[in-house]
């Protein structure tokens, strides 16, 4: 079974950081893509950042571009979202979810974490 766990979120003010986490544990799979998507409440599930591994790039939505970075520790199967300089329309329920290729559209992905609640006020 493919399990993905976030954590790290929690509450901020605008301006600060927060660092995210994903643990994923089942996918033996050595190439493919972990994307971060958001979900603010009536609003549609949007892309943030997607990493490919391998070394691949990784791709930023534009409103999170210079703000957020992606980064991965293979030896704990955990990839990290750095937010800096928060927003108030940064505050989304925030997943991790794996696909076999990199891409930011939600309906390619396979599976997903349960999510992890970033609230950034003014």
């Known amino acids: 079974q493919v399990q993905l766990v976030e954590s790290g979120g929690g509450s901020v003010q605008a301006g600060g950081a927060l660092r995210l986490s994903c643990v994923a544990s089942?996918?033996?799979?050595?190439?493919?893509?972990i994307g971060w998507f958001r979900q603010a409440p009536g609003k549609e599930r949007e892309g943030v950042a997607v990493m490919y591994t391998g070394g691949g790039r990784t791709l930023y939505a534009d409103s999170v571009k210079g703000r957020f970075t992606t980064s991965q520790d293979n030896a704990k199967n955990t990839v990290y979202l750095q937010m800096n300089s928060l927003k108030p329309e940064d505050t989304a329920m925030y997943y991790c979810?794996?696909?076999?290729?990199?891409?930011?559209?939600?309906?390619?992905?396979?599976?997903w974490g349960q999510g992890t609640q970033v609230t950034v006020s003014s």
């Open positions: 979810a794996i696909s076999v290729m990199p891409t930011m559209r939600v309906a390619d992905y396979n599976y």
């Open positions: 089942g996918y033996t799979y050595s190439n493919y893509a």
